[in-house]
Nanobody, 125 residues
């Protein structure tokens, strides 16, 4: 059973910042990586970023590099997403996601097996 509790979404002006948090409760397995996906209205869900638990290897979608930073607190089983220089096109529902199985890379929607309910991020122009 997987429980993902996301927080930190909201409304921000373009150029502003937000920090998302996701606390994971994994009762029957240990995850290999966690990350964030997002889905804007009328668009498909897309990969944002991820981090592996063991080595802390990070992956970012090209459009987020340099603006978004993912980090982890292993003791709390929590990941964070610091989003800076936000743009209106970053408006979406952001989903915390868990990868249960080993994969060579964790850089796509298909890299993840579970995701949370999502938190809305709205960036006004």
């Amino acid at each position: 059973q997987v429980q993902l509790v996301e927080s930190g979404g909201g409304l921000v002006q373009a150029g502003g910042s937000l920090r998302l948090s996701c606390a994971a409760s994994l009762r029957s397995f240990s995850s290999m990586a966690m990350g964030w996906l997002r889905q804007a209205p009328g668009k498909e869900r897309e990969f944002v970023t991820s981090i592996t638990w063991s080595a802390g290897t990070t992956y970012y979608a090209d459009s987020m590099k340099g603006r978004f930073t993912i980090s982890r607190d292993s003791a709390k089983n929590t990941v964070y997403l610091q989003m800076n220089s936000l743009k209106p096109e970053d408006t979406a529902v952001y989903y915390c996601a868990v990868s249960r199985y080993y994969r060579i890379r964790y850089d796509s929607v298909m890299s993840f097996d579970y995701w949370g309910q999502g938190t809305q991020v709205t960036v006004s122009s």
